[in-house]
C-alpha cells in the first residue's frame, strides 16, 4: 500500500504555474498508468496531466480554476486498489450510481468492439500497429489532417507518407512506422486531432482482408459521453450574457469563423456570460487570430468598465432553434434605394472573374504581416553595399568550398555572418518588446524567409538557425542549406520555425533591387539584400576619382521604432555594409 503525490508539472522554462481547468476524473475513480487525471492551462498552453501510477483517486487538492505553483501536490493515489473503500471525501453513491449508469452504454458498445473477428491470415496474420499525432513541437498539442497520401486498402512501405498534417506553425507529412496495409483511417480530412491520438492502423500480415478495412471505428467511450454532453447542451435554452441579455450560444471548441477556443478560454467565457458569438467579436493575439486567456480578460474588463459596445456583445444572438448563425446582410429599403453607411456588394464574382480559396498558409501570413504592422512602428532604411570583394573570393573558391565540406556555398551564409558579427556590436538589434519592457537575447536565432513553390506561390516560411553566433561559415553554409532542403521537403517540425530573434529575407533572389520587409513578430528587425548588380562607380584612389565597374547591392533594414531609432538602425546597417565593402579576399576556406 504506497500514496503517490501528483504534483503541478514543469510546462515551460518560464512558466511558473498552472490553473487547473477541469478534472476528468473524481476521487474514488480507479486510474491506469498515464490516463488523464484532469486538464491545466498556462498562459502559454493547455495540457493534460496523466496519472504516474494505477491505483485510486483519493484526494483531489486543487480545485477547478485553482491557480498551483510548479511541483506542488494537486492529487493523491493510492495504489493499492483495495484501498477504495478508505476513500474519505469524494461523490456519493447516488452519484457514483449516475456514473455507473452513464458508462453502461459505452461498456457495451466495447464489448461488441471486442466480438468482431479478426482478419483471416491464419498464422501469419501479423500485427496491428497503431499510427499517432505525432508530437510536432513542444507547445502543439493538436494538429489538423490535411489530406491522407494512402486509402484503406493501401499496401505501404516503412517511412513512406501516410498523410499530410497541419499545426498553427508548420504542415508536415507523417511516415508510415511500418510496412503493411492500411486497414484503418480514424481522422478525416480537416479533423483536428489531439497528439498521441490514433489516427490511422496498420496491418502488417497478409491477412488483412476487407472485412478488416474501416475508414471509421466505432465510438469510444470518450466520444459518446461528447455527444452525450453536445446533445443536453443543444437542449438547453441559449446562454444568458451578464447583462441580462440573451447571449447566443454557449462557447464552443471551434467557432464559426473556424478558430480554436482552449478549454481555460471557454471557462472564463461561460463564467463570465460570453457566448459563442461575442467570444467570436474578440480580436485574439495567438497563433492563426487564437483568443489567449490574456485577450478574453482584457475584454472582460473592457465590458465591465463599459468600453464594448452593446452590439459586439451581443453579435447575432442565436436563433431560438440554437446554433450558431451569421449576421444578416443589410437589405434594401422597399424603394429599392441604398441607406447611408451600406454598400450594395455582392459577394458573388460577374463577368471574367475567378475566385480562389486562401489556402491555409495564405491566410495564416496574411494574419501575421497585418498583425506585425499593427503591432510594430515600422521604418525602413537603405544602404548602397559594394561587394565586390565578397563576389571575387567566392566566385574563386566556391569549387574547393564545395569539395572540401560538400556544401554548396551561396552568398546567404556570407550575408549571415556579417549580420551576426555587426549584431554582436548592437546588442539591441537581438530583442523584443515585451509590454514596457525590453528583452535582450543572449543568443543569435537567425530566420531565414524561404519561398515555396514556382515563384513562391506555395507560401512563406521562416526556419530558424539556432545560436547563429556559435557557428562558423562552414557551419553556418550547412545550417542554410539544411533548413531551406527541410522547408521545401516540408520535413520542418514547429521546434524550426520558433525563437527567431532576427530574419534575412533575399528579395534578391527573383531580381529586385531593394525592398520593404515586414518584421517577423516578436522581432525588432528585418534585413533584405537586393540583387547583386555591376554598375560603374566613382572610386577615390591615391590617383584620384576613377570609373569602375564594380559588384553594388542594396541592403535594407525594418525595424521597430518603439526601441530602435533612426541614428541606431541607421549605424548598424551601416557597420554591416561596412564588414561587407572590408571581406578578406585572402581569407583561406
Do not use: C
Request: glycine content about 10%.
Amino acid at each position: 500500500m504506497a500514496k503517490v503525490e501528483v504534483v503541478m508539472p514543469q510546462m515551460g522554462e518560464s512558466v511558473m504555474e498552472g490553473t487547473v481547468i477541469e478534472w476528468a476524473k473524481n476521487v474514488g475513480d480507479t486510474v491506469e498508468v498515464d490516463e488523464t487525471l484532469l486538464e491545466v492551462a498556462t498562459d502559454k498552453v493547455d495540457t493534460e496531466v496523466p496519472s504516474p501510477e494505477a491505483g485510486v483517486l483519493v484526494e483531489v487538492l486543487a480545485e477547478e480554476g485553482d491557480v498551483v505553483e510548479v511541483g506542488k501536490p494537486i492529487a493523491i493515489i493510492e495504489t493499492d486498489k483495495d484501498a477504495a473503500g478508505d476513500v474519505s471525501s469524494g461523490g456519493t453513491d447516488e452519484a457514483k450510481a449516475e456514473e455507473t449508469a452513464e458508462e453502461e452504454e459505452p461498456q457495451e458498445a466495447e464489448a461488441q468492439e471486442e466480438e468482431v473477428p479478426a482478419a483471416s491470415g491464419g498464422g501469419d496474420e501479423g500485427e496491428r500497429i497503431e499510427v499517432q499525432m505525432p508530437q510536432m513541437g513542444e507547445s502543439v498539442v493538436e494538429a489538423t489532417v490535411i489530406g491522407w497520401s494512402k486509402q484503406v486498402g493501401d499496401k505501404v512501405e516503412e517511412d513512406e507518407t501516410l498523410l499530410e498534417i497541419s499545426t498553427d506553425k508548420v504542415d508536415s507529412e507523417v511516415p508510415s512506422p511500418a510496412a503493411g496495409t492500411l486497414v484503418e483511417i480514424l481522422a478525416e480530412e480537416n479533423e483536428t486531432i489531439e497528439v498521441g491520438q490514433t489516427i490511422a492502423v496498420i496491418a502488417t500480415g497478409k491477412g488483412a482482408s476487407a472485412g478488416s478495412l474501416s475508414s471509421k471505428p466505432a465510438p469510444k467511450k470518450e466520444e459518446k459521453k461528447e455527444a452525450k454532453a453536445e446533445q443536453k447542451q443543444e437542449s438547453q435554452p441559449a446562454a444568458v450574457s451578464s447583462n441580462g441579455t440573451s447571449g447566443g450560444s454557449e462557447p464552443q471548441r471551434v467557432g464559426s469563423d473556424g478558430r480554436f477556443y482552449s478549454p481555460l478560454v471557454r471557462s472564463i467565457a461561460k463564467e463570465e456570460g460570453i457566448s459563442q458569438e461575442e467570444l467570436e467579436n474578440i480580436d485574439g493575439s495567438g497563433q492563426g487570430g487564437r483568443v489567449s486567456k490574456k485577450d478574453i480578460l482584457a475584454y472582460v474588463e473592457d465590458r465591465k468598465a463599459g468600453k464594448v459596445s452593446a452590439p459586439a456583445q451581443q453579435k447575432q444572438a442565436a436563433p431560438s432553434g440554437g446554433g450558431l448563425s451569421k449576421p444578416s446582410s443589410a437589405s434594401k429599403s422597399s424603394d429599392g434605394s441604398i441607406s447611408a453607411g451600406q454598400l450594395d456588394v455582392k459577394h458573388s464574382p460577374s463577368g471574367d472573374v475567378e475566385v480562389i480559396k486562401m489556402d491555409r498558409m495564405r491566410k495564416m501570413i496574411a494574419e501575421h504581416m497585418v498583425r506585425s504592422k499593427q503591432t510594430s512602428a515600422h521604418v525602413t532604411t537603405f544602404a548602397e553595399v559594394d561587394v565586390t570583394n565578397m563576389v571575387r573570393w567566392r566566385n574563386a573558391n566556391k569549387a574547393k568550398f564545395q569539395e572540401k565540406t560538400g556544401t554548396k556555398l551561396t552568398f546567404t551564409p556570407l550575408f549571415v555572418e556579417a549580420i551576426i558579427n555587426a549584431m554582436l556590436e548592437f546588442p539591441l538589434i537581438n530583442s523584443s518588446v515585451v509590454e514596457d519592457e525590453i528583452h535582450l537575447k543572449k543568443d543569435i536565432n537567425f530566420g531565414l524567409a524561404v519561398a515555396l513553390g514556382t515563384g513562391g506561390e506555395g507560401g512563406l516560411i521562416v526556419p530558424v538557425i539556432k545560436k547563429a553566433q556559435e557557428k562558423n561559415l562552414v557551419g553556418l553554409a550547412n545550417s542554410v542549406n539544411e533548413v531551406a532542403e527541410k522547408a521545401r521537403s516540408k520535413k520542418l517540425s514547429p521546434d524550426d520555425l520558433v525563437g527567431g530573434t532576427i530574419t534575412l529575407t533575399n528579395y534578391g533572389s527573383v531580381g529586385n533591387l531593394m525592398g520593404t520587409p515586414i518584421i517577423n513578430q516578436p522581432q525588432v528587425a528585418i534585413i533584405g539584400t537586393g540583387a547583386i548588380e555591376k554598375r560603374p562607380v566613382v572610386m577615390e584612389t591615391e590617383a584620384g576619382d576613377v570609373i569602375a565597374i564594380r559588384h553594388m547591392m542594396f541592403l535594407s533594414m525594418s525595424y521597430d521604432h518603439r526601441i530602435i531609432d533612426g541614428a541606431h538602425g541607421g549605424a548598424f546597417l551601416n557597420r554591416i555594409k561596412e564588414i561587407l565593402e572590408d571581406f578578406d579576399t585572402d581569407r583561406s576556406v
